[in-house]
C-alpha cells in the first residue's frame, strides 16, 4: 500500500509538470501559471490520497484504492460536501448577475439549500462518525433514512473492547458528527472571506446574496444542532425512545465513563449536558451568519471577520474564538482555542497562511502553512487538571498548471492530542495528494 501511495504521487505529480510544459509551449506568452492571473471567486478541493489513513481503510473495507469512496477519511467527505455547497453557491450567485430574477433566484435557493442539508450534510455527518471507527480498525455501516433517523452501527464487538481499551476514542466517535458540521461551516467561512466575490454588492456592507447562501446554511446548522443537544439533556436513559435521543447523549455518558449495564442518565450528566445547549449560542456569534461582508479595516485594503464556536470533542469542550483576514491575495487565519474538560480550562492558539502566491521562476505555486501551539487534558481525560502539550504543523503546496487546475500535497504533523478534522488522538504524521479547481 504505502509504495502505490507514493507511485500515484509521482505520477500525478509527473503528469502535472508536463501538462504546464505543455501549456507554456503552446503559449509561451500567456504566462499561465503565473498566480496574480489566478480566478478566486471557487476553489474546489480533491484530496485523492489521504495517508496512512487510507491504508487503515483499505484493510477495514478491502476495497484497494476504491476505500477513498467506500471508507473515506474525515478530510475526504469534508472536501466533497463543502464543494457542492461551494458550487452551488457560486453558481446561483452567477445566475442572479446574469439574470437578476429575484422569485427564480429565491426558489432556488431555497430548494438547494434543503438539498444540501437534507443529503450532503447528513452524508458528511455519519461518515465523520464511519472515520474514527475505522481509524481505530472497526468495520461499521451506515442506515440512511433522510426523513428519519440516520445513523452508524459499529461492529458490537469491536466497539465495545474500544471503549473499554480508549474510551476516550469511543467519545470521540459520537462527536465526530456534530465535528464534521463544524468544519463544514469553517470551511465555508473561509470560503465567504477568502474567495467568495459577489460583484452586485461588492461594496456594501451587508449582502442579500451571503445571508440567503451562507447565512442560512450557517444558522439552520447550528439550531437543529443545539435542539439534538437540548432533547437528549431531557432523556432519562441511554435506551429511551423518545425524540431526540442520540450523539449527545451518549457522549456525555461516555465522558463520565460509565458501565454501559447502567441506563439511567444521572442528574450530573444531565446538567453538563444541558450546559452544552446554553454554551451553543456562542456559535451564532459572526458576522457572516447574518449576511455581512467582509469588514474594511482602514484604508489599507485590509478586510476582515470573525466568529465563535463551541464543539464537542474527545475530552469535553471546545470554545474558539477565530478571525479571518484578507489583504490582496494574502489569506490569514488566527484562531484561540480555550479546551475546557469537567472543570478545567486548557488554551492553544492557531495560525495559518491561506494560499499565499509565490512565483518561482517558471512555476507558480501556493504556500499555505499552519501551526498549532498549547496545552489540553493529559491523555484526552474529562477529569483531570493535569495539561499535556499540544503541537502541529502542517504545509500544503499548490502547483499551479494552467489557469484554473493546481495540484497540491498537504504534510501535517502532530503531537498527542485532539484536532478537529484528524481522526488520530496519537501524535501523528499525515499525508494529503489532490487537486484543486479554481474559477
Known sequence: MKRTVFVLTFIFFAVSLYAQSATETETPEAETTKTKELPNSLKLDFPFIDFPYQETANTVAGNGFLSIFTRPSMNQSLSLVTNLYTGFYFGMNYYYKERENIPIYLLGMIAGHFFLELIPQTYLHEEHHRAVFTHNGIDSSITYSFFGKSYTQPDVNQSSNLYKEKPTEYSRSYAAGIEGQ??????????????????????WIWSPLNFFSYGATHLDTILATQLYIYFSSTSKSITDDTFGVGDPLYWTHTLFQLSWAITDISDEERIYLKNQFWWYFINYLSP??????????????????????????????????????????????????????????????????????????????????????????????????EAEFLGLFGLRVDLLVGKHFSPYIDFTVKTKGWVAGIESLDSNANMKVGLALRF
Open 182 to 203: 463544524h468544519l463544514l461551516l469553517n470551511n465555508l467561512q473561509r470560503d465567504y472571506v477568502f474567495y467568495r466575490k459577489d460583484p452586485l454588492f461588492e461594496d
Open 288 to 385: 457572516m451568519a447574518f449576511g455581512f461582508n467582509n469588514i474594511p479595516l482602514g484604508d489599507s485594503g485590509l478586510k476582515g471577520n470573525f466568529a465563535m464556536s463551541h464543539l464537542l470533542t474527545s475530552f469535553g469542550t471546545d470554545i474558539s474564538a477565530k478571525v479571518f483576514l484578507k489583504y490582496e491575495q494574502v489569506n490569514i487565519f488566527f484562531a484561540y482555542h480555550s479546551y475546557l474538560n469537567y472543570e478545567h480550562y486548557f488554551f492553544s492558539i492557531e495560525a495559518e497562511l491561506v494560499d499565499c502566491p509565490l512565483n518561482l521562476g517558471k512555476f507558480g505555486v501556493y504556500f499555505s502553512p499552519r501551526f498549532i501551539i498549547g496545552m489540553q487534558p493529559k491523555e484526552q481525560n474529562f477529569k483531570t487538571e
